[in-house]
């Protein structure tokens, strides 16, 4: 079977967003549910793209190094429980330095695709934000909201009409898959 390709964002959608930055792997705390659906995508030959904007980076509060141990923490976890993680892209840039990568914007997709030489169009991409919806849309990727993080505000707003909306990423998967 052919691989298929799967865009997720992170706080809010795996981890639990804290409203706050992660800034120590003690505080990224899975969310319900969501090392059972990486598993599950993982098993169903979904290669999983994480696409996470961290202006914490820029903003000072920790080095781009200390994101790449938390997230090599919990990649590494899903590994050992049988799933994967194909590849991560993080926008380090505040709002105002106006970079093309930080999520509406489509340059950590771009980036991926450039990288692992694949095309994201058509996947589903799952986020919490408007962001994540708008950066799906603009890249032709197929928009999924899950309630969890921002995602009940997200909800109660306006966003994308194509988007497919579900309580967590587990709801998500289980939809994508069966
Ligand atoms: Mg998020
Ligand atoms: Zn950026």
């Known amino acids: 079977m052919p691989d298929k390709y799967i865009v997720l964002d992170r706080d809010g959608v795996i981890n639990v967003d804290l409203f706050d930055y992660v800034l120590k792997k003690e505080t990224f705390e899975f969310e319900k549910g969501s ?3 990486l598993i599950k995508l993982s098993k169903n030959n979904y290669q999983i793209i994480v696409a996470t904007n961290q202006k914490c980076i820029n903003l ?3 080095s781009a190094e ?6 090599n923490f919990w990649i590494n976890k899903i590994k050992e429980l049988g799933g994967d993680i194909l590849h991560i892209e993080v926008c380090p840039h505040r709002d105002e330095e106006n970079c093309n990568c930080r999520k509406p914007k489509t340059g950590l997709l ?3 695709e450039k990288k692992l030489n694949i095309n994201l169009k058509e996947s589903y991409f799952i986020g919490d934000k ?7 849309v603009s890249h032709g990727c197929k928009p999924i909201l899950v ?7 997200t909800f109660s707003s306006s966003y994308p009409k194509e988007t497919k909306v579900f309580e967590n990423l587990k709801a998500a998967v289980d939809w994508i898959i069966n």
């Open 35 to 37: 090392i059972e659906a």
């Open 130 to 136: 408007l962001s994540d919806l708008e950066c799906a």
């Open 147 to 153: 309630k969890t993080g921002y995602g009940s505000r």
């Open 110 to 112: 771009i980036a991926a």
């Open 60 to 62: 000072g509060l920790i």
């Open 66 to 71: 200390g994101i790449e141990k938390i997230n």
